[in-house]
């Protein structure tokens, strides 16, 4: 196997990402618009999208990822317009689609349209989340987008596996596909239950920090294999299995805790590049296989798909805002007035992405009967032309629409004073458990060590109220930021001379290490402070 293609388009991919934080395009449009471009480029290898790679091996990383950020209790909160999207939605907007092919492109099996439905049904939040973070949009409409990107692949590809089903022959009904989604649903949501508890337990007894982290990266793989052999969701039993283990994250040991969010954000930077890259890859072999189909017919079709996904988003979404709280005098309690503008940006964060190429991509070649499945190049060209034409034209104007709506963001002075609120609070109770402790004769400690403790504790309390108060009128720091700076010199002035002393052999270089271990997590947990 030549590994040399896989490393360029890591390296290359990664290159792009790093360059779009300087660019005011989000990473995902930047790295489908580099990858459109390299697809003619001479030289550059043919690059095949294989659903039994992204699937099994990239999805249940970024899914696990994603659900590790995600807040349970948010989730909890929003749980009907989450699965009134992840769901509702998603059978929605397959069988709109499904049908609007089926009249529009003739000969096409309705079997085989609602196929092209369902793989072109699920939104990929990663843009959209990515923008939402950027410009600042309210954590509710961030959280239900990402909510609704959990859950949604389950729902497609239990509904494109009905659907498939029915196309090439197999037999299906609609008792059929309710069973089969349902023993999906609650099977993937089962395992996920019976895996992350003992999972977590592990995670918590095991003492090395290198085994814990080896088992992280191991979790969302197993889970979604354990799923898939039973004939469950294998995204569902990730997505549960994550989010038990980021609600309880906090009993995890802090330097595993510390290691494990440096592996998976690079894991996550490394998939989520390499896959929008990807989707750019794929026009020359998604081109080569129209045959039969002229470029104008492919293009009007491609424009009628694309229409009818967008439009059906809308359709499904102000309803399903709207009605649950006319209906309801409970939900109009719980959730106060509703801004029109939030069912509007909902909507219009609808990007696809890679799972749907990746399920197109999936569809088999022949039928049962030895047929050539209808229309398979068609549908890859428009789940391709979807996809891009999604990310493209709504992830592109999505930031322009957030600044004409005038969205509220989120209130920094608020979080900012709730910080500090909770900081205070936490503080509180340390200082009155280390003065219980330090009454007892077992830990009495030398009068400069207690002041110490003591003065880091002020400190943590302060640091945030300090934020909220004035700066410094020459620097524009606070005392704290001016506090964490000077930490920071000091730290490195302490690393050279540690290196220093290496150099002239008078410690060894396991002694450096180790030195500047502690160094390097002082370090880290004064950046944590400064990102928080």
């Known amino acids: 196997m030549d590994v040399l293609p896989l490393v360029a388009l890591i390296a290359a991919s990664a290159a792009v990402a790093g360059a779009a934080r300087r660019t005011p395009v989000p990473a995902p449009l930047l790295l489908v618009a580099v990858g459109l471009g390299a697809a003619y480029l001479p030289g550059v290898p043919d690059y095949h999208l294989d659903p039994h790679i992204v699937l099994p091996l990239i999805l249940p990383p970024l899914l696990h990822t994603a659900a590790l950020e995600s807040s349970y209790l948010d989730l909890r909160a929003n749980i009907r317009p989450v699965a009134l999207l992840s769901v509702g939605y998603v059978l929605f907007a397959t069988v709109a689609v499904g049908w609007l092919a089926y009249l529009l492109i003739p000969d096409l099996p309705l079997t085989a349209a609602l196929v092209l439905g369902a793989v072109v049904a699920p939104p990929d939040a990663v843009a959209a989340t990515a923008i939402a973070r950027r410009v600042g949009l309210p954590s509710r409409i961030t959280t239900i987008l990402q909510g609704e990107s959990l859950v949604n692949d389950a729902t497609a590809i239990t509904a494109y596996k009905v659907a498939l089903a029915a196309a090439v022959g197999e037999g299906a009904s609609w008792s059929g596909g309710m069973r089969e989604f349902l023993v999906a649903a609650v099977g993937g949501v089962g395992v996920g239950l019976l895996l992350m508890v003992p999972i977590h337990w592990l995670r918590t007894h095991l003492r090395e920090a290198m085994l814990q982290n080896t088992l992280s990266l191991l979790i969302p793989f197993v889970a979604y294999a354990a799923a898939e052999q039973v004939g469950a969701s294998g995204v569902l039993a990730v997505v549960v299995v994550a989010l038990y283990l980021g609600h309880r994250s906090w009993q995890v040991d802090f330097e595993t805790r510390l290691q494990e969010a440096a592996v998976w954000k690079v894991v996550a930077f490394i998939l989520e590049s390499a896959v929008f890259a990807l989707i750019g890859l794929q026009l020359p072999v998604v081109l080569k296989g129209l045959g039969e189909y002229s470029v104008a017919q492919a293009v009007w079709y491609a424009v009628g798909v694309f229409v009818c996904v967008v439009v059906a988003r809308f359709v499904w979404s102000y309803p399903a805002t709207y009605l649950p709280r006319r209906m309801s005098a409970r939900i109009r309690k719980r959730e106060g007035d509703m801004d029109w503008r939030r069912p509007l940006i909902v909507s219009w964060a609808g ?7 990746a399920i197109a991509f999936s569809i088999p070649l022949v039928m049962d009967d030895g047929e050539p499945f209808p229309a398979r190049n068609l549908v890859l060209f428009l789940t391709f032309t979807t996809v891009i034409g999604t990310l493209v034209v709504q992830g592109l104007s999505l930031p322009w629409l957030i600044r004409v709506l005038k969205v509220p963001g989120r209130d920094a ?25 330090m009454r007892d004769e077992r830990n009495q400690l030398p009068r400069p060590l207690q002041d110490r403790l003591r003065t880091v504790l002020e400190r943590r309390r302060n640091s945030v109220w300090e934020r909220l ?40 270089d396991e002694m450096m290490r180790t030195l500047l271990r502690k160094l390097d997590l002082e370090e880290a947990a004064a950046h944590r402070e400064i990102e928080e």
């Open 413 to 437: 002075q608020a979080q900012t004073l709730a910080e500090a609120q909770a900081q205070n609070a936490a503080s509180q109770a340390a200082e009155e458990r280390v003065g219980e402790l």
């Open 351 to 357: 990007m696809r992405g890679v799972v749907s190429l």
């Open 469 to 508: 108060g004035q700066s410094n009128p020459v620097t524009g720091e606070s005392a704290d930021d001016t506090y964490r700076r000077l930490a920071r010199e000091a730290i490195a002035a302490e690393r050279e001379v540690f290196v220093k002393m290496r150099d002239e052999r008078r410690i060894d």
